[in-house]
């Protein structure tokens, strides 16, 4: 079940953290990403977030598209 | 989240990157390429985004078995269900897991039946339901990959730290490297290249994938789940054929890096150790399933009770198996369709909306 949503997370309290998926707040654990911070994006399983989404990644391959691929 | 969905749908990208795809199966030049989606929510998504009519006619994409639900075998089904019939349970399962057909029964049935079976999002809701149930027993059918096994680590040890005695597990989940190696390893299939699963990998890392370049020779890109990171992995996995030098690529670099998610992998390390464990159509993989380990056993419900399952069969005519496998296709199948139905499924892989089958049969697919 890749079944995995992107979220923002929006306040954290300890281990649980509120996060907003497209308009929707819901509580999740922050178990398995102890590190993260308010205002990052995380990907979200099962009531947990178990990654961090990076925008510049995001950025360099969306670049790799439309700059080399895209050229020519 | 535009950013890190919408942008990953435009279809100016998939236009570039068709034509990428275009120039390279050109250079490729066989008749045939064959590459597998291993994760059932990738099946979904190239149906869904059309992928198979964008890509030139010599790339063949074949279905896996990353599909939880479909893997589940009927005993690990049968063995839930004796659960749920005991008095006093109350039997907590992922949604999904409620129509899949064990021998004689589905959880849906036994719910109608009177059995406590009841779904849930997440394995913490089950642990809330123990709290709030002290004169119950919760137990709760830990089924996913690696991308739920942690979760449900994370619970059980929180369940020890809480000191709460009502809480079990029935451990079912599996791994996704060993039955990778297991369809590589089966005879007649020839794979030019694996898509692998997004989420999985974000746990596990990109590294875990090492083995697949290393011992079968082909590619095995990393992959997202919107239209551009399908096409790009294509892309990727033929410029690799190319280029003759087969490695695992992480085109889902935003979200996965070669070392994986390390507190999610801690977690699920103190909890679980891996087993052999029995696949609906590939069989017992070494090595593929998660038990508890010893200081966790108390959470182990086959433990606490002595089940008397009947003999576990799965479906006669039912190919799922070779479907798991990329042997044969949902069309090949006698049942498909006429017995198997999504609203009647005879096999797992028509229960689930990320099933190979419910898939084909949603979107209608008649291709030669």
């Known amino acids: ?6 979220a923002k997370i929006v306040a954290m309290t300890g ?15 922050m178990m398995l990403l102890p590190d993260a911070k308010v205002g990052e994006y995380v990907i979200v399983h099962a009531g947990f977030a178990i990654g961090r989404l990076d925008e510049k990644e995001a950025e360099e391959t969306l670049k790799m598209i439309r700059d080399v691929l895209g050229s020519g | 989240m535009p950013k890190f969905v919408e942008e990953f749908e435009r279809p100016e990208d998939a236009r570039v990157l068709i034509r990428r795809i275009q120039e390279l199966a050109r250079v490729v030049g066989r008749d045939r390429v064959q590459f597998m989606e291993v994760c059932g929510t990738h099946t979904v998504a190239i149906f869904r985004y059309g992928i198979r009519d964008l890509i030139p006619g010599n790339i063949r994409l074949l279905s896996g078995p990353g599909c939880p639900v479909c893997v589940t075998p009927s005993q690990s089904i049968d063995e839930f269900i004796a659960i749920s019939r005991m008095p006093g349970v109350i039997a907590a399962v992922f949604g999904d897991m409620m129509r899949v057909p064990g021998t004689d029964s589905s959880l849906e049935i036994e719910k109608a039946k009177g059995a406590d079976v009841r779904i849930v999002y997440s394995s913490l809701d089950a642990l809330k339901m123990a709290r709030e149930n002290p004169w119950k027993d919760v137990v709760f059918f830990a089924v996913g990959f690696e991308t739920t096994a942690p979760t ?16 079990y597990v029935l451990p079912a989940n599996k791994l996704i490297p060993p039955a990778m190696a297991a369809v590589l390893e089966t005879e007649g ?4 290249g694996l898509i692998c699963p997004g989420h999985v990998s974000a746990i596990i890392g990109s590294r875990a994938y090492e083995f697949i370049p290393a011992k079968y020779r082909i590619g095995a890109v990393v992959t997202g ?9 294509i892309y990727l996995l033929l410029r690799q054929i190319v280029d003759g030098s087969p490695r695992v690529e992480t085109q889902y670099s935003r979200l996965v890096v070669p070392e994986g998610n390390l507190a999610a992998l801690g977690v699920m390390d103190e909890v679980f150790e891996p087993c052999d464990s029995a696949w609906r ?22 433990q606490k009770f002595d089940l008397k399952s009947p003999e576990s ?13 990329g042997k044969k296709e949902p069309l090949d199948c006698p049942l498909f369709g006429k017995a198997c139905t999504p609203e009647s499924p005879v096999g797992a892989c028509m229960v689930t909306t990320e099933g190979t089958c419910q898939a084909h049969y949603r979107y209608g697919v008649e291709r030669t």
């Open chain 1, 15 to 29: 281990d649980t953290a509120t996060v907003d998926m497209e308009g929707v707040r819901r509580n999740v654990s």
């Open chain 2, 313 to 325: 069969r799965e479906a006669y005519g039912c190919l799922c198996g070779e479907i798991l496998r």
């Open chain 2, 152 to 167: 449900i680590a994370a619970t059980l040890a929180t369940a020890a730290d809480s000191g709460i005695k009502n809480f």
């Open chain 1, 1 to 6: 079940m890749c079944l995995a949503v992107p």
């Open chain 2, 189 to 192: 299939l020839a794979l030019d």
């Open chain 2, 281 to 302: 159509g590939l069989g017992v993989i070494p090595s593929s399933g998660l038990k508890l380990r010893p200081q966790f056993a108390e959470f182990g419900v086959l």
């Open chain 2, 225 to 233: 789940f919107q239209s551009t990171d399908i096409l790009q992995s």
